[in-house]
């Protein structure tokens, strides 16, 4: 398996920190990031055969990822 680097200096440019990369923001014509769209869409070989592309990047970056909120009905709806 080959991983590639994260490039940048920055924190906030970081290869990982700013993943996962949708095919939208790869297919921009405004790439400002310090690493290729090549690593940010496929950051290992064996992603070349089998992408998937997420619809969204991260929601509200870690804390959307980690608190995920229920939209369902309260459970005395079902009694």
């Keep these: 398996m080959t991983v590639v ?3 940048g ?3 906030k440019n970081k ?4 993943a996962p ?3 939208d ?3 921009s014509d405004a790439w400002n990031r310090p690493y290729s769209r090549e690593a940010a869409a496929f950051p290992m070989k064996s992603l070349l055969e089998f ?3 997420p619809p ?4 509200d970056n870690v804390y959307g990822d980690r ?4 939209s369902c009905v309260g459970m005395e709806n079902y009694s």
């Design 5 to 7: 680097k994260n490039g």
């Design 67 to 70: 608190n995920p909120v229920c």
């Design 21 to 23: 990369h949708t095919a």
């Design 51 to 53: 992408k998937f592309w």
């Design 9 to 11: 200096s920055g924190v």
């Design 15 to 18: 290869l990982i920190k700013n």
């Design 25 to 27: 923001q790869i297919a």
């Design 56 to 59: 969204v990047a991260r929601v």
